[in-house]
């Protein structure tokens, strides 16, 4: 396809982790890097310009929800993505297929509509798949609605965002061997119509990720590596279920990465859906280059921040009494505005407990710091050979390093 848009600018000798720049037609992205969720075409509470003040390089847009609301043509009109949301630096979109698959699991029908994901009743968004694509019921007002691999790719044309997601299959982790490699298989033929759509239909600027699945079957995922890979897409993401467990997910992961060295390294790697503190630095060292999840910016919407405790899973549930009377900041030292201006989790748990707007946008401001914090470590530590030591510090409950991190310079 297009020229290479990786490079690949350090590597770490005892481990697979790369650093790298990632170029997009909105600017570069300093690899490893986390990529906040920009879900609804927001950053929830926070404006675009704040997010890139953080240190972040790229936002990710979900499809389904923008086709739904409010409409990729309505977003067209404003100029694509960029414009309605007024965030000028690379966007990825994620193809709809997670969405899509999920209905029926609640989650997605809670999304939608603003609910709490957790203790609610699922809502059994009936679908129906079929070697054309899915049929399910929209969430918001219970037609019946279509997506295929060329509505999604159709949709993030629309969306115009630097990076597009082909549309999978992506499988839960209660389904079998059988089903697996089929669905897999079935995600392959949906990749040929994604790239088939986008090299006549799609933006020549816009990068296209075909997507490696298989479950938690290493034949399976070997496979869906050397698939993808023999259609020379412009990068790779890694989805679909990792397994049961952090173990499973660290071999899953490894199983794929292994399958992409050699000739096909200077592919981006992007990891669906992982983003806690250990899952990062883990994925650094298997050899990701940028991951996305909703939990650092939940997790603050619900009371907990990110800390440097191992043992606490790396967080701290400020909805505790315990918290009540605190006086200590969420971590001493931390740049964010919560920590720098000197708020106390006795605060921070009061607004919390009231759904108090400063409060959720505070503690997610702290949160989206401190990955900020980690993967500039991260970087660092690969660029100047010392990965293994800042793994292990940082494994073992070491802040990462405190200066707030440096914006990238545009690329225009
Ligand atoms: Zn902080």
Request: negative net charge.
């Amino acid at each position: 396809m297009a020229a290479p848009c990786f490079e690949i600018t350090a590597r770490d000798p005892g481990s697979r982790a790369r650093a790298g720049v990632l170029t997009t037609a909105h600017g570069t992205v300093r690899t490893p890097a986390f990529v906040p969720l920009a879900t609804k075409a927001v950053v929830k509470g926070i404006e675009a310009r704040e997010v890139e003040a953080l240190g972040f390089d790229m936002v990710l847009g979900n499809t389904f929800h923008l086709w739904l609301e409010p409409g990729h043509e309505l977003i067209a009109g404003f100029g694509g993505l960029h414009e309605f949301m007024g965030w000028d630096r690379p966007i990825i979109t994620d193809s709809g297929g997670f969405q899509v698959f999920s209905m029926g699991h609640g989650t997605v029908a809670d999304e939608v509509k603003g609910r709490s994901p957790y203790g609610s009743q699922r809502d059994g968004g009936v679908h129906d798949i079929t070697e054309e694509g899915v049929t399910f019921k929209n969430p918001r007002n219970g037609d019946t609605v279509f997506m295929g691999p060329e509505t999604s790719m159709e949709v993030q044309a629309g969306l115009s965002s630097d990076i597009a997601l082909v549309f999978d299959e992506c499988t839960p982790f209660h389904v079998d061997r059988d089903y697996t490699a089929r669905s897999t298989e079935r995600t392959h033929r949906w990749l040929d119509r994604c790239l088939a759509w986008h090299a006549e239909h799609g933006p020549r600027e816009q990068l296209v990720y075909g997507i490696v699945q298989g479950g938690v079957y290493e034949d399976l995922r070997s496979e869906a590596a050397a698939a993808v890979l023999s259609r020379d897409p412009d990068g790779i993401a890694i989805g679909g279920s990792l397994g049961a467990e952090k173990a499973q997910m660290y071999e899953v992961v490894g199983w794929a990465t292994a399958q992409l060295e050699g000739a096909a390294e200077t592919k981006p790697r992007h990891l669906l859906g992982i983003g806690e503190v250990d899952d990062l630095i883990r994925g650094v060292e298997l050899g990701i280059d940028t991951f996305d999840c909703v939990t650092p910016t939940r997790l603050g919407r619900h009371g907990v921040a990110l800390i440097p405790e191992p043992a606490k899973r790396f967080r701290v549930d400020l909805t505790a009494a315990k918290y009540k009377a605190s006086t200590e900041p969420i971590e001493d030292g931390c740049p964010c505005p919560a920590c720098s201006h000197g708020h106390s989790r006795g605060y921070l748990r009061y607004l919390a407990k009231n759904r108090e707007l400063t409060g959720l946008r505070l503690l997610t401001l702290h949160n989206l710091v401190y990955l900020a914090r980690l993967m500039r470590d991260l970087r660092d530590a690969i660029a100047a050979g010392t990965l293994a030591e800042t793994a292990q510090a940082l494994r073992g409950g070491a802040p990462p390093s405190q200066d707030p991190v440096e914006v990238a310079v545009p690329a225009r």
